[in-house]
């Protein structure tokens, strides 16, 4: 069992930046590669960026490549989505979560959820 709390969200101008973090507890935190997805009202969930294990490896949605840092600190159990450059679209809650098994990009791989944090970008 992972729980996966998320903070950092809130309301931003366009432009702006938020940094997210995702606090891990439970099984051992760097046993686990780590996605971001994010989800607006009456959409699907959307791939928005991974980590592996050691923090080596990182992919990106093309919407946030270039304007999204994706990172973790094993040592304090916790991911980071560094978000910077922000738009109107980028308006979302955003979930970190652990993932299980198989492809990185489909929410489906994704074991274990945390409960979500608003971002807002005003234009």
């Known amino acids: 069992q992972v729980q996966l709390v998320e903070s950092g969200g809130g309301l931003v101008q366009a432009g702006g930046s938020l940094r997210l973090s995702c606090a891990a507890s439970g099984r051992t935190f760097n046993s686990y590669p780590m996605g971001w997805f994010r989800q607006t009202p009456g959409k699907e969930r959307e791939f928005v960026a991974s980590i592996n294990r050691s923090g080596g490896t990182t992919n990106y949605a093309d919407s946030v490549k270039d304007r999204f840092t994706v990172s973790r600190d094993n040592a304090k159990n916790t991911a980071y989505l560094q978000m910077n450059s922000l738009k109107p679209e980028d308006t979302a809650v955003y979930y970190c979560?652990?993932?299980?098994?198989?492809?990185?990009?489909?929410?489906?791989?994704?074991?274990?959820w945390g409960q979500g944090t608003q971002v807002t970008v005003s234009s």
């Open positions: 979560a652990v993932r299980w098994v198989g492809s990185e990009w489909t929410s489906e791989s994704y074991k274990y």
